[in-house]
């Protein structure tokens, strides 16, 4: 499959693609695994998650879960920031427990 082809199939640009290839055939299939990358660590512990998704049940915007989260656990986060951790598969997975 070209790599424009399969830029598009998977949703990112074809550096990306090229650095997949150079990673497998430099590596293998062990290439391709994420590699951890440097961060902070959450604001919010898994377990202060799962209590949060308890009460916020009926939230339906960022803006109230904010609110929310700000109540709770005295931690503010920015729209943005909100919108993208809790739109991540973590979050989903938890919200399944």
Do not use: H
Not at 29 to 45: C, E, V
Not at 53 to 69: D, H, M, P, R, Y
Not at 74 to 86: A, K, P, Q
Request: overall charge positive; charged content about 25%.
């Amino acid at each position: 499959m070209p790599v424009v082809d399969m830029a598009e199939t998977m949703g990112c640009d074809r550096q990306s693609v090229y650095n997949w290839i150079a990673r497998y055939e430099e590596y293998g299939t062990g290439g391709l695994a994420d590699r951890p990358r440097p961060r902070r660590p959450p604001k919010i512990k898994p377990d202060r998650i799962r209590a949060l998704i308890v009460e916020t049940a009926g939230i339906t915007t960022s803006k109230q879960l904010i609110s929310t989260i700000r109540k709770r656990f005295g931690i503010s986060y920015s729209i943005v920031c909100c919108t993208t951790c809790f739109s991540k598969p973590y979050f989903a997975k938890i919200i399944l427990i």
